[in-house]
């Protein structure tokens, strides 16, 4: 069977194509409803989350390429010795409570510093 025929005839059966919704097999819903239930006994005010990102002048640097079978796909460009910045931030309902930007790669140490500096309340 052709695959228009194939399509036509999954419209006309009311099937539309969508884009899937993906889940995990290993998510286990029972645990999944026992942490929404203690979550629900704080109030959006109450919480808080943590991201944390990174960016160096190779961000956008592309890994593939095309080229003829039997050839190497190359890309020619600058050898970039650039700034690694890596920043992290605290959000909450009121937006970002508090956040650290440091020039390289965040260590556990400066992780730590920044948990008990600008995200634990005394």
């Known amino acids: 069977m052709h695959y228009v025929t194939i399509h ?3 419209v006309h059966a ?5 884009k899937l919704k993906k889940i995990v097999s290993e998510r286990k819903e029972e645990g999944r409803h026992d942490f ?3 979550m629900a006994q704080y109030s959006s005010e109450e919480l808080g989350f943590i991201d944390k ?4 002048d190779k961000t956008a640097a592309r890994s593939c ?3 003829r079978k039997g ?4 890309m020619r460009s600058q050898f970039v010795h650039g700034l690694r910045l890596f920043a992290t931030a605290l959000l909450t309902v009121d ?3 508090a956040s650290k ?3 390289g790669s965040m260590t556990r140490d400066l992780y730590l510093q920044f948990l008990e500096n600008h995200v634990v309340c005394d």
């Open 71 to 74: 050839r190497r796909a190359i």
């Open 53 to 56: 990102t990174s960016k160096n």
């Open 36 to 38: 929404m239930n203690r």
């Open 101 to 103: 930007v440091v020039e």
């Open 95 to 97: 937006g970002v409570a």
């Open 14 to 18: 009311g099937a539309s194509l969508k």
């Open 65 to 67: 390429g095309r080229s």
């Open 8 to 10: 036509r005839e999954l």
